[in-house]
């Protein structure tokens, strides 16, 4: 099973539609999360920190659910500029700072 | 905003050769780490480095690879022989904290030859 397993995709969608990803990990002694988006062939770029309360940021709103193993993202009113491919991204903390990616889910927002 | 940058940019390297790649981390991180892309395949973590020694390593991280901040602001990663599957993406990333995010340069694709 892989650490940490994101939808599949693409998911291709219009302007101002509402989208969610899902994101699960295997190992219940992660203890941060983080969202990160990747355009093409370039570097990863912090989306936002996923926190236990839940989180909020504009039109992005993160959850974790520590029981179930489950990160999610859920993106309002989508922009063209919102088309990218989603990292889902957990660190164990305990072994360096280590991040481990899931394998991505793209986005492709379309007018 | 302060960030993470890279050079080469691009590097193309005879298959056995040595490369080095250079990063310059955020000036007030503590952590500094190496990451891979393989064309089309996810990230993977190479090896991360706080306090002048190596936190901890990936299978990847073998023999071959090698980091080293010689300066106060340059952390490198060297290969000492290269071989073909090493042509990737290579980014570097630093924090502040092992807790905290990590922000990334923008890479140095290296092609093996």
């Known amino acids: 099973r892989k650490e940490v397993e994101q939808d599949p995709g693409p998911f291709n969608v219009p302007e101002g539609a509402t989208v969610a990803f899902n994101c699960t990990y295997s190992?219940?002694?992660?203890?941060?999360f983080f969202w990160y988006r990747q355009d093409c062939r370039k570097e990863p770029k912090l989306l936002m920190s996923?926190?236990?309360s839940g989180n909020e940021d504009g039109r992005f709103t993160a959850q974790l659910n520590r029981a179930s193993q489950y990160i999610s993202l859920l993106i309002r009113d989508s922009k063209l500029s919102d088309s990218a491919t989603y990292l889902c991204?957990?660190?164990?903390?305990?072994?360096?700072?280590?991040?481990?990616f899931g394998q991505g889910t793209e986005l492709s927002v379309k007018p | 905003e302060p960030e993470v940058t890279q050079t080469p940019s691009h590097q193309v390297t005879q298959m056995g050769q040595e490369v080095i790649l250079r990063c310059v981390p955020i000036?007030?991180?503590?952590?500094f780490y190496w990451y891979r892309q393989i064309l089309g395949q996810k990230v993977e973590f190479l090896v991360s480095?706080?306090?002048?020694?190596?936190?901890?390593k990936s299978e990847i991280f073998d023999d071959q690879f090698s980091v080293e901040r010689p300066d106060g602001s340059n952390f490198t990663l060297k290969i000492r022989s290269t071989k073909l599957e090493d042509s990737a993406m290579y980014f570097c990333?630093?924090?502040?904290?092992?807790?905290?995010?990590?922000?990334f340069g923008d890479g140095t694709r290296l092609s093996i030859l």
């Open positions: 480095f706080y306090n002048n020694e190596i936190s901890e």
């Open positions: 996923v926190y236990s």
């Open positions: 190992n219940s002694a992660s203890q941060s």
């Open positions: 991204v957990v660190n164990r903390n305990n072994q360096g700072g280590k991040l481990i």
């Open positions: 000036s007030n991180h503590l952590y």
């Open positions: 990333a630093s924090s502040e904290g092992t807790v905290q995010p990590q922000h």
